[in-house]
């Protein structure tokens, strides 16, 4: 099972990015999926999570700018960011929902700054 994050990037405050998923050796057809970051010096957190039902929760601090999706067929997730502040700046992962701990990818890096 392999969970491969990508789409990271240097962007100013106020840019957008779109971070995807894509697993392979597992469907995510089933599985509550989540985006989590760690930003340097923290511990990992949760971003936000979409239910196998499509249905997306986010923490407070990114409600309103980020969105998370899913694509079943083609398994995979996305996270599209608006609106970024410098403290989004983090290493962006994807995960199921709670976590698996064997199934952290290496994170896709995430840079606001001006």
């Known amino acids: 099972v392999q969970l491969v994050e990508s789409g990271g990037g240097l962007v100013q405050p106020g840019g957008s990015l779109r971070l995807s998923c894509a697993a392979s050796?597992?469907?995510?057809?089933?599985?509550?999926m989540g985006w989590y970051r760690q930003a340097p010096g923290l511990q990992r957190v949760l971003v936000g999570f979409i239910t196998s039902g499509g249905i997306a929760n986010y923490v407070d601090s990114v409600k309103g700018r980020f969105t998370i999706s899913r694509d079943n067929p083609k398994n995979t997730v996305s996270l599209q960011m608006n609106s970024l502040k410098p403290e989004d700046t983090a290493v962006y992962y994807c995960?199921?929902?709670?976590?698996?701990?064997?199934?952290w990818g290496e994170g896709t890096q995430v840079t606001v700054s001006s």
């Open positions: 995960n199921m929902y709670p976590e698996l701990r064997d199934y």
């Open positions: 050796g597992i469907g995510l057809r089933m599985y509550d």
